[in-house]
Each structure stands twice: as structure tokens, then as C-alpha cells.
T-cell receptor, first 113, second 111 residues
Framework: EPEVTQTPSHQVTQMGQEVILRCVPISNHLYFYWYRQILGQKVEFLVSFYNNEISEKSEIFDDQFSVERPDGSNFTLKIRSTKLEDSAMYFC???????????FGPGTRLTVT | GQNIDQPTEMTATEGAIVQINCTYQTSGFNGLFWYQQHAGEAPTFLSYNVLDGLEEKGRFSSFLSRSKGYSYLLLKELQMKDSASYLCAVRELAGNTPLVFGKGTRLSVIA
């Protein structure tokens, strides 16, 4: 069964550093999302992406964050200058279309020290 | 505003039936999703309701009442592997819109 993949599974970085989290959505999906989950808390929406542009973003997704689809398969989340509070599990998700369920990747655990 | 409420924790016995409730108050409604999340893993899709009534899928069923802002997930013939968090999520608008998640219900299945 097709699945969303994410790399790396765990990333440790120092405060102020830039990180890029990578995702490969399911191949025939058109809608892509990033969510995050701080340990012990609920899953929170960051950004959605369709047709090579951001569809919607939350208040969390400030100027520090950016997303890109650099080629036909990858979907990346960049955090320019990480803060301690960015430590969380970051999930990528994709869906085939509107009205369809979103499939989540295994997540990248980001630890900012 | 958005408010999605679920019990924080539940415990049930192997082989039994458990019902996990979810109430929601959102600015719009275009579907309710249930996801299962094992510790340290990604949420996996279980069910979707957009119309009132019961959707059955094997050992799992989900019910929706839009007028009451209420859903439940019913798990039958519980197995130890069902121990996980169960996340209720609402899509507020049609189209490519994000899911709004509740905090999840951690279910422990005991022998």
C-alpha cells in the first residue's frame, strides 16, 4: 500500500540553526500538509499546499517557516532559525483530493537544544 | 472558535466493547474523522462521517449527530493492540482545508 515517507526520523539541532524536513507524499496525491505535535499535546495544523502554492497557513506558520516542492516528489518544510519551542514531532500528510482522508507520514522528531 | 473535546483516558478489557465520545464546536463543519495513533507513531485513518448516522468498518464503527455536535467511535472485540490514542478531528470547510484535532483519548486495553 502506498505511504507517505519522511526523513529524517529524528533531527537534533541547536537553537538558531536552520533545518529542512523532507517528505515524499503518496504519488498520485495533490494536496499536501504539515502538522506538528508537541509532546503530550494535540496535533496542530501548520500549512497546506496545492498546485505549487500555499493554500492555507496557521498562526504558528510565521516567517520562520517555509515550504517547497522542489521536484515532482518531495515536499519540504524549512525552519530558518529554530527555537526551543519548535521541538516537536512534525508530520507530513497528503490527500488525493478535497473530501478525501489525509494520510500521515511517520513523522520527524525535531529536538532543538 | 474551535473546541473539540474527548475524554483524556479510558481503560477497557480485552474482548469488550468501548465507546469513545467526541463533542465539537467549530465555526463550520464538513466532516469528522477518527484517527488511531500509537505512541511515537503517525496518526492512521480509521473512519470518516459527514452525514448523520453510523458508519461501520469491521470492528470499528463511528457515529455522527451534526445537530448535537457529537460523534463516537465504537471499538468491538477489543484486542491488546488497540491500546493507542484515538484522535477526533473536524474539517471545518469544504475543499483543501486542514483538520482540527482534539487532544485525543488514550485507550488502555487490559487482560
Amino acid at each position: 500500500e502506498p505511504e507517505v515517507t519522511q526523513t529524517p526520523s529524528h533531527q537534533v539541532t541547536q537553537m538558531g540553526q536552520e533545518v529542512i524536513l523532507r517528505c515524499v507524499p503518496i504519488s498520485n496525491h495533490l494536496y499536501f500538509y504539515w502538522y506538528r505535535q508537541i509532546l503530550g499535546q494535540k496535533v496542530e495544523f501548520l500549512v497546506s499546499f496545492y498546485n505549487n502554492e500555499i493554500s492555507e497557513k496557521s498562526e504558528i506558520f510565521d516567517d520562520q517557516f517555509s515550504v517547497e516542492r522542489p521536484d515532482g516528489s518531495n515536499f519540504t518544510l524549512k525552519i530558518r532559525s529554530t527555537k526551543l519551542e519548535d521541538s516537536a514531532m512534525y508530520f507530513c500528510a497528503s490527500s488525493a483530493g478535497t473530501g478525501y482522508e489525509q494520510y500521515f507520514g511517520p513523522g520527524t522528531r525535531l529536538t532543538v537544544t | 472558535g474551535q473546541n473539540i473535546d474527548q475524554p483524556t483516558e479510558m481503560t477497557a478489557t480485552e474482548g469488550a466493547i468501548v465507546q469513545i465520545n467526541c463533542t465539537y464546536q467549530t465555526s463550520g463543519f464538513n466532516g469528522l474523522f477518527w484517527y488511531q495513533q500509537h505512541a511515537g507513531e503517525a496518526p492512521t485513518f480509521l473512519s470518516y462521517n459527514v452525514l448523520d448516522g453510523l458508519e461501520e468498518k469491521g470492528r470499528f464503527s463511528s457515529f455522527l449527530s451534526r445537530s448535537k455536535g457529537y460523534s463516537y467511535l465504537l471499538l468491538k472485540e477489543l484486542q491488546m493492540k488497540d491500546s493507542a490514542s484515538y484522535l477526533c478531528a473536524v474539517r471545518e470547510l469544504a475543499g483543501n482545508t486542514p483538520l482540527v484535532f482534539g487532544k485525543g483519548t488514550r485507550l488502555s486495553v487490559i487482560a
